[in-house]
């Protein structure tokens, strides 16, 4: 497990969350709300992205320690961390908006 990438994937995506709360008004869930909705998505994006687009992990530790923060990871933590906070805080606070009015 890549705990770098993970970290990454958590703070963007809370980040991503807040971001997509502040775009989209309506589906805001407030700051803690879009937050945690946003560190959740972060992580479920993050780590889909990683599983498409990675590498098998290599099979001894000195390995995996040596690719583990390669730039490309990053990359991938980064953008899957801020799409996946912000997609899935929009859809939280619509679908949550939606149900409110009902």
Known sequence: MDWLGIIIQLVLGAVGGNVGG??????S???TGNSVVGAVGGII???IIAHFTGAPPPADAAAAAATASSMGDIIQSVIGGGVGGAVLTVIAGLIKNSMSKA
Not at 22 to 27: D, F, M, Q, Y
């Open 22 to 27: 502040a775009v989209v008004k309506n589906a």
């Open 29 to 31: 869930l407030g700051t």
């Open 45 to 47: 994006l993050g780590q």
